[in-house]
């Protein structure tokens, strides 16, 4: 990482104690209240749990020192989703999605959305600058895409679509803001589902949209105060803690992913591999150039589901789960939720366990699937 970077990671877990009085707690305290007192004129102090809450703050404030941006605190990963578009997008509007990201938010549109008159779009991520983005008002972009780790030029798209008037948002799950900076790259708005890497231990769901646009910002802010679509003081407390473990995790991960990926490349139980690490991946020369680290997402395609349920199943050091970014290591066959992804294909995310302990794990499933 820069020093930048670095020094960003260093100071986030002491964010609270500049606000410390002595023999106040080191640790934020969880504020479990729905009402807080007031009397008289209610102006400037805290009135109603839907509307703030000191915990949501203080994992506001950690997201937004990552982030370099206001940050808002959501539910789950798909309630920052929601929001922004029900926030910013009016009927009449089209969208443009990736066909080969994270499914709930193109079943979202179709099912829901479309409802209100806002209509979408989809493209390959690999191609995603192809055809230009007249006509759209927002663009979403997830790269690396999930599940299948294609990428996008960040960058390139954020300066095409603002050309033709759209706002641009991306979607940094795979990610975190410690693997790749989309608001940096000129992105207008980043969201992610911190129920993966950030919070890490695999026991809450939250997310947060954050974004260096004022106006964006409070148009969002207000969206949540008025739908209710707010976070639990717990669920924040637990990704606060998670957040201060981040860097030290999503090292290990990513640098434990760099070598396995490496091995699965040149294992004859393996038919591909796809990772943005590797330097015959098709997007490795983008990634190089957008992303800090190249994730802890493996795409690994077996000879057959058989084959790949398999591997999951006789491995003791991988749980069968599906979602990613915990502790420990996790994998899933992807078509089982209709994915376009061949029947063989796994998705590993690689956990924090000891990285040749893991491998020898993973290379002896292999050789009995």
């Known amino acids: 990482m820069s020093d930048s970077q670095n020094a960003r990671a260093a100071s986030l877990s002491h964010l609270h104690s500049g606000s410390l009085a002595k023999g106040d707690p080191l640790s934020t305290p ?21 509307f703030d809450n000191p915990t949501w703050e203080a994992v506001e404030a950690a997201l937004a020192h990552l982030e370099d941006a206001d940050a808002i605190a959501f539910p789950s990963g798909m309630a920052a989703i929601s929001s922004v578009f029900l926030a910013l997008l009016s009927g009449g509007d089209r969208v443009l999605l990736p066909s080969d990201g994270y499914y709930t938010p193109r079943v979202l ?16 991520t690999a191609s995603f600058l192809e055809g230009g983005f ?19 030029d960040i960058r390139a798209v954020a300066e095409a679509a603002h050309a033709a008037g ?12 410690y693997g790749q900076r989309p608001l940096d790259l000129g992105v207008d708005i980043v969201l992610a589902a911190d129920t993966k890497a950030p919070n890490g231990h695999s026991d809450v769901l939250f997310g947060h949209v954050a974004s260096r646009n ?18 639990g003081p717990f669920e924040a407390w637990l990704v606060l803690r998670g957040l201060e473990t981040l860097e030290l995790r999503f090292d290990r991960m990513c640098t434990s992913a760099e070598i396995i990926a490496a091995r699965l490349a040149d294992h004859p139980a393996i038919r591909s591999v796809r990772y943005p690490g590797l330097a015959g991946d098709p997007s490795h020369a983008l990634s190089k150039t957008q992303m800090l680290r190249f994730g802890s997402l493996i795409g ?16 003791p050091l991988i749980e069968a789960t599906t979602s990613f970014g ?23 995310s690689v956990g924090c366990e000891p990285t040749e302990t893991l491998w020898q794990a993973i290379d002896a499933a292999l050789k009995t699937a």
């Open 30 to 50: 969880i504020v479990m209240s729905s009402v807080f007192h007031l009397p008289g004129d209610p102006a400037g102090a805290r009135q109603y749990g839907r």
């Open 109 to 124: 549109l179709e099912k829901h959305l479309i409802r209100l008159g806002i209509r979408y779009d989809t493209r390959p």
């Open 134 to 152: 007249a006509g759209y008002r927002m663009v979403l972009v997830e790269t690396p895409s999930n599940p299948g780790l294609d990428v996008c």
């Open 166 to 177: 759209a706002i641009v948002v991306a979607d940094n799950t795979t990610m975190t803001p």
């Open 214 to 231: 004022g106006e964006m910002i409070e148009t969002i802010r207000e969206w949540r105060k008025l739908a209710g679509v707010i976070p």
């Open 300 to 315: 690994l395609t077996l000879g057959s589901e058989e084959q790949a349920e398999a591997f999951i199943d006789t491995c």
């Open 326 to 348: 915990g502790v420990h290591t996790s994998a899933e066959r992807r078509a089982r939720w209709g994915d376009d992804v061949a029947e063989g294909f796994v998705r590993l």
